[in-house]
């Protein structure tokens, strides 16, 4: 299995830009989450999906950040207007909620930098 | 609502020393735990996990027991090496399907 893929590895941006990070969870999964990690404030939950219904978005920061998930192969999580303070690496989780153990599987995430 | 308190780092180990990574909890109900670990410029693994009361997870050398008494899921190793060097997060799974991570434990092991 190829695993969690995030694409890019790497964006650098200016403030003011509109920023479009993209996943693609483990096939069958039925969940997928999206995390913020910064040094200050570590990995934080921005929003999760169930069979691609957003059940929890209390994580997103702001207006500026918004998720979609057309279809259980795909996600993208959009800034618009990217500012500096959103600097981060971005990770995006999937899991198959089966067994009980509802184990997350991680991509190697987004470095974003916002100038 | 859950947290997850676990020991500030960083941690600086010789190789072959013993590793504890203290990790205790607060939840309603009966969570899941997880320790996972992130080497750097990677995304988050999952190292080991533990169910319910009593449970030892175990991977690669590390051990953690759930330990409801006192709320506890504390990391350990016997003897770690180099490539251990990363960061270890301990986490649960409550009610919902999310994870509730702790801030992370850096850890150093040198030669």
């Known amino acids: 299995d190829a695993g969690v893929i995030q694409s890019p590895r790497h964006e650098v941006t200016e403030m003011g830009q509109e920023v479009t990070l993209r996943c693609k969870p483990i096939?069958?999964?039925?969940?997928l989450f999206w995390y913020r990690q910064t040094m200050m404030r570590g990995l934080e939950l921005l929003i999760y999906?169930?069979?691609?219904?957003?059940?929890?978005d209390s994580g997103m920061p702001e207006d500026r950040f918004s998720a979609k998930m057309p279809n259980a192969s795909f996600s993208t999580l959009k800034i618009q207007p990217s500012e500096p303070r959103d600097s981060a690496v971005y990770f995006c989780?999937?899991?198959?909620?089966?067994?009980?153990?509802?184990?997350?599987?991680f991509g190697p995430g987004t470095r974003l930098t916002v100038t | 609502g859950d947290s997850v308190t676990q020991m500030e780092g960083p941690v600086t180990l010789s190789e072959e020393a013993f590793l504890t990574i203290n990790c205790t909890y607060t939840?309603?109900?009966?969570?899941?735990l997880f320790w996972y670990v992130q080497y750097p410029g990677e995304g988050l693994q999952l190292l080991l996990k533990?169910?319910?009361?009593?449970d030892k997870g175990s991977n690669k050398g590390f051990e953690a027991t759930y330990r409801k008494e006192t709320t506890s899921f504390h990391l350990e190793k016997g003897s770690v090496q180099v490539s251990d060097s990363a960061v270890y997060f301990c986490?649960?799974?409550?009610?919902?399907?999310?994870?509730?991570f702790g801030k992370g434990t850096l850890l150093t092991v040198n030669p």
């Open positions: 999906f169930n069979n691609n219904v957003p059940i929890d």
């Open positions: 989780a999937s899991s198959l909620v089966a067994g009980g153990y509802y184990e997350q599987y």
């Open positions: 533990a169910t319910k009361a009593d």
């Open positions: 986490a649960l799974r409550g009610s919902n399907y999310k994870l509730t």
């Open positions: 096939s069958g999964h039925d969940y």
């Open positions: 939840a309603t109900g009966y969570p899941s």
